[in-house]
């Protein structure tokens, strides 16, 4: 089993940044390809970024692109995601989630991580 718990979300200003961390427990995760999905209120869960298990391909979601980065030290077992240029439209409950497979490219489909975080709250005031 993996536990994963998020860490650094938090209130800020239009334009500002934020880094979301995901530490693991239970097992190593330098196997594990690891993702980050956000669900903004009525809205259904959204892929935001991933990163395969060899760090070699981050993938994101359309809008994030440019303003994200998905990062991973598996030294420390754990997962990031700096966000820069926050918009109001980012404001969502941000989750980690870690999957055993080892895709080459990250799925964008929440049924594909095994494990998941309990969320953070973002919120991004205009």
């Known amino acids: 089993q993996v536990q994963l718990v998020e860490s650094g979300g938090g209130l800020v200003q239009a334009g500002g940044s934020l880094r979301l961390s995901c530490a693991a427990s239970?097992?190593?995760?330098?196997?594990?390809?690891m993702g980050w999905f956000r669900q903004a209120p009525g809205k259904e869960r959204e892929f935001v970024a991933g990163?395969?298990?060899?760090?070699?391909?981050?993938y994101y979601v359309d809008s994030v692109k440019g303003r994200f980065s998905i990062s991973r030290d598996n030294a420390k077992n754990t997962m990031f995601l700096q966000m820069n240029s926050l918009k109001p439209e980012d404001t969502a409950v941000y989750y980690c989630?870690?999957?055993?497979?080892?895709?080459?490219?990250?799925?964008?489909?929440?049924?594909?991580?095994?494990?998941w975080g309990q969320g953070i709250q973002v919120t991004v005031s205009s």
């Open positions: 989630a870690a999957s055993s497979v080892r895709y080459y490219r990250p799925t964008m489909s929440a049924s594909g991580y095994e494990y």
């Open positions: 239970g097992r190593t995760i330098s196997s594990y390809t």
């Open positions: 990163i395969s298990w060899s760090s070699s391909t981050p």
